[in-house]
Structures are given as structure tokens and as C-alpha cells.
């Protein structure tokens, strides 16, 4: 179980780097007068991220039974996600020189405000699951414990474990919020100052080195 999730550490530090971006929406649900809402999102994020890994790990023992080497197309899948991670690198650098659309933030974050929790926390689970960088992020972790051990008891608590420190950039607000207090604000203000300045730079630089250490690592198993 331990070895299975420090295989997948560096997806899950990854996806604290790629998800950002989303961090001034988390700022904007910590601030609501309804306290729940953050809850809300966290939960619809994690439940949707733990059911999309789930998935995979369940389609990767099924198609290997009996505890053996992981089937060539889940290899050649993992091989293609990283491809796609490089390619979604390679998109995100090549809008560094462009006139950044995030300096306020993305039109729809600013309607986040007015909606029900129930809604937030579709919008969380969305954001992990439906999401083509997110879901492509969650699936390559999720293979990468699969393909570490056969337990299924191990393999959920590694997940389990794997979401949780991938969902730390979104829970820093309230970590800062509590830690800070009111000047808080302050940090935040100046932290997504500079986010929309450099976001698709930082991004794209995660996302390169993730889906150089996904393609790596399945070109390393297809070899062997």
C-alpha cells in the first residue's frame, strides 16, 4: 500500500500545481456567509475524484486476474494519457504570450456566488471527473496504484490517500483563513495577482513533467 501510493505521489503533487487555478473559486465559496458551500464543493470534488479512481483501479484488476502483470492495453493506455498530458502542456504553454482571460477569473467563477449547494457541489464533482486535464490526472495516479498492488483494500486507502494530498491546493483558502485570519485576504489578493499573470506557465510546466513521468514509466513496463 505505501509503495503503491508513493508511485503515485508525484500525480498527486502534480495535481495540487495543475488545479491552481481553481483555487480563487475556492477563495470565492470560503468567503460565502454560507459556510457549507465550501463543504459542499470539497465533497461533490473528492466523492467524484474517489468514484473516477475507483473505476480504473476496478477496470485494471478485471483485466488483470490473478494478481498478474497489468494487461499490454493498460499500459498502452497509461502510454497515451501521458502523450495527452504533454499535449495538454504543450496547449496551456503555447497561450503564455497570450492576453491572459484569468485575470479576473473564468465568467462562469463569478456566478458561483448565487448558486445552491447542491450546485456547488456538482460543479466540484464536475470539476474532477468531467474535466479532460483533472480526469486524465486522476485516471494516470489511479493505473499507477492499480499497477502496484493487487489488494483491493490497499489500493482504496492508497486512493483514498492519493485524492487527499491532490486536494490540498483547493483546501488551502481555508487551512490560510484559519492560520492567517484577516490577513488572509491580503495574501490571497497578491497570490491571485501573480496566478493570472503566470497560471498558464505554472500549469503548463506541471502538466510537462507529469506527462513525462507517466509516458516514462509505461514506456519502462511496455519494455520490460
Known amino acids: 500500500m505505501i509503495s503503491a501510493f508513493l508511485e503515485a505521489l508525484p500525480v498527486a503533487l502534480g495535481i495540487v500545481g495543475a488545479t491552481l487555478p481553481l483555487v480563487g473559486l475556492a477563495l470565492i465559496l470560503v468567503s460565502r456567509s454560507d459556510k457549507r458551500a465550501f ?3 470539497l465533497a461533490g470534488w473528492y466523492v467524484s475524484a474517489v468514484g473516477l479512481g475507483a473505476v480504473a483501479i476496478a477496470v485494471s484488476d478485471i483485466s488483470t486476474p490473478g494478481q498478474q502483470p497489468p494487461a499490454p492495453w493498460l499500459l ?6 501521458g502523450a495527452a498530458l504533454v499535449g495538454l502542456a504543450i496547449k496551456k504553454l503555447a497561450k503564455r504570450g497570450e492576453k491572459n482571460a484569468e485575470v479576473d477569473g473564468p465568467g462562469w467563477m463569478g456566478k458561483v456566488e448565487s448558486l445552491t449547494n447542491r450546485s ?3 460543479v466540484g464533482a464536475g470539476l474532477a471527473a468531467i474535466n479532460p486535464k483533472n480526469a486524465v490526472l486522476f485516471i494516470s495516479g489511479s493505473l499507477t496504484i492499480a499497477a502496484k498492488t ?3 483494500l ?3 486507502i492508497a486512493l483514498v490517500f492519493f485524492v487527499g494530498i491532490a486536494s490540498l491546493g483547493l483546501v488551502s483558502p481555508l487551512l490560510l483563513k484559519v492560520l492567517l485570519g484577516q490577513n488572509a485576504d491580503q495574501f490571497f489578493a497578491s497570490f491571485n495577482t501573480l496566478l493570472a499573470r503566470h497560471s498558464a506557465t505554472i500549469v503548463g510546466l506541471v502538466l510537462l513533467v507529469l506527462g513525462g513521468i507517466v509516458t516514462l514509466n509505461a514506456l519502462s513496463e511496455i519494455t520490460t
Not at 498502452?76 to 494519457?81: A, D, T, Y
Open 39 to 41: 463543504s459542499c464543493f
Open 154 to 156: 490497499e489500493q482504496l
Open 76 to 81: 498502452w493506455l497509461r502510454l497515451c494519457l
Open 120 to 122: 456547488i457541489f456538482l
Open 150 to 152: 493487487y489488494n483491493p
